[in-house]
T-cell receptor, first 112, second 115 residues
């Protein structure tokens, strides 16, 4: 299965701290995306990183991709209580249908 | 607001009922998706439509029937559901071209409870 697996499953930190979540996958990918989901709501796209890219930034978010290790990380710097949500990685397999496959997600709680 | 709307937001139905979920997007996207999200499980892709043609049916039981009359609207018709079908049903769309090759825009979901 191409499904990405996020790690850890749950993360609890204090406001102001950095949060790091990891995603591992099994086969070659075309791109990897990170999404955020607030409780009971739809997913919101955060960042897409293509297989020929190694790092991308968006505001307080930093995503890295290591295709040799088949892994990605999402770093949220200076976290806020409003960052409390579930975070999912989604991988689109290269040579496949390009439809992203989602993992189970990391549940992040940021305490004020 | 992502530009993708879903109605109703909450639905309670009995196992013998027939109901429909509706999804609408005004983003000019040509690919639309139905996902099922159950507790403690990964997001499950159900159906994909690209330029109004169904391109994926992920072994979904026939009690779920999708319909895509045009690129802006997607329906999921439900009948004789089971309690294990209770879940959050999410609709998504993505831009023209290869379905899924770029970011997806999700609706807020329909929380379905089957009694």
């Amino acid at each position: 299965s191409q499904q990405g697996e996020e790690d850890p499953q749950a993360l609890s930190i204090q406001e102001g701290e950095n949060a790091t979540m990891n995603c591992s996958y099994k086969t070659s990918i075309n791109n990897l995306q990170w999404y955020r989901q607030n409780s009971g709501r739809g997913l919101v796209h955060l960042i897409l990183i293509r297989s020929n890219e190694r790092e991308k930034h968006s505001g307080r978010l930093r995503v890295t991709l290591d295709t040799s290790k088949k892994s990605s990380s999402l770093l949220i710097t200076a976290s806020r209580a409003a960052d409390t949500a579930s975070y999912f990685c989604a991988t689109a397999a290269s040579g496949g249908s390009y439809i992203p496959t989602f993992g189970r997600g990391t549940s992040l709680i940021v305490h004020p | 607001e992502t530009g993708v709307t879903q109605t109703p937001r909450h639905l309670v139905m009995g196992m013998t009922n027939k109901k429909s979920l509706k999804c609408e997007q005004h983003l000019g996207h040509n690919a639309m998706y139905w996902y099922k999200q159950s507790a403690k499980k990964p997001l499950e892709l159900m159906f994909v439509y690209n330029f109004k043609e169904q391109t994926e049916n992920n072994s979904v039981p026939s009690r779920f029937s999708p319909e895509c009359p045009n690129s802006s609207h997607l329906f999921l018709h439900l009948h004789t559901l089971q309690p294990e079908d209770s879940a959050l049903y999410l609709c998504a769309s993505s831009r023209p071209g290869l379905a899924g090759s770029d970011e997806q825009y999700f609706g807020p979901g329909t929380r379905l409870t089957v009694t």
